[in-house]
């Protein structure tokens, strides 16, 4: 924004955050996650996307509308973050162009949409639907995970020569621009995974203090994760 009348000063962009994920279940590690990016970058919100049935990985434990209802619960004492159901609700196999697409046709041309994706998951960007189409919709803002950092030299030829080019290592140019650059953004490491939350609940073990109380009360009351449902 101009300041003291300065017309040649550059216009920040408004800036939202789309945080993606299967959440089964929601944990500190993603929270936190969202809560550090919200600030580094400026966010005035971060939505919460939960996926309805993803493409690369198993299909989630917990159905949809319990991952859904977690997210809410998780989130509902902080006024950046958003619960957004779309790919809960939308049929078949969630694309993160699609929901991507619909954020742009909303928001419009100007809005900075910053997508958050994990290290891992960015290894393996060049398998994802229309995956170049990524970035005339969005920054991708890729996060380091517990032993998967991320590194231009493991990624394919293809992938590497678009992290080459539009890699950026400072946040301004993701208010600046309204898509288009790839950012590694440093978080905090917590060496929590929802597959460990699962595992410890199946063998009958406490998972307090991985996840909001709110969210293990939810967890118990419906069953979740207990082995052969018992």
């Not at 939960?50 to 493409?55: M, Q, T, V």
């Not at 989630?60 to 004492?77: G, K, W």
């Not at 380091?144 to 678009?162: F, H, M, T, V, Y």
Request: charged share 25%; hydrophobic share 45%; proline share 4%.
């Amino acid at each position: 924004m101009a300041l003291n009348g300065d017309a040649d000063a550059p216009v920040r962009l408004p800036s939202i955050g789309i945080l993606g994920g299967t959440f089964d279940p929601i944990h500190y590690g993603h929270l936190r996650i969202a809560e550090e990016l919200a600030d580094m970058l400026g966010l005035s919100q971060i939505r919460f996307v939960p996926s309805g049935l993803p493409r690369l990985r198993a299909e989630p434990a917990a159905v949809r509308a319990d991952r859904a209802e977690m997210v809410r619960l998780a989130i509902q004492d902080n006024h950046r973050f958003l619960l957004d159901e779309r790919e809960i609700n939308r049929p078949g196999v969630s694309a993160s162009v699609h929901t991507l697409r619909e954020y742009r046709d909303a928001l419009g041309t100007d809005a900075s949409i910053c997508f958050a994706v994990g290290a891992d998951a960015f290894t393996k960007l060049d398998q994802w639907v229309e995956w170049r189409q990524l970035f005339t919709l969005c920054h991708l803002i890729v996060v380091s995970r517990p032993g998967c950092r991320l590194d231009g030299e493991n990624l394919a030829a293809p992938l590497k020569a678009e992290f080459l080019s539009r890699r950026v290592t400072n946040t301004r140019e993701l208010a600046l621009q309204s898509h288009g650059c790839i950012y590694a953004a440093t978080t905090s490491l917590l060496d929590i995974s929802a597959s460990q939350i699962r595992s410890l609940i199946a063998a009958g073990n406490s998972a307090r203090y991985l996840l909001p109380e709110s969210v293990y009360a939810y967890i118990q009351l419906k069953g979740l994760y207990k082995k052969d449902g018992i």
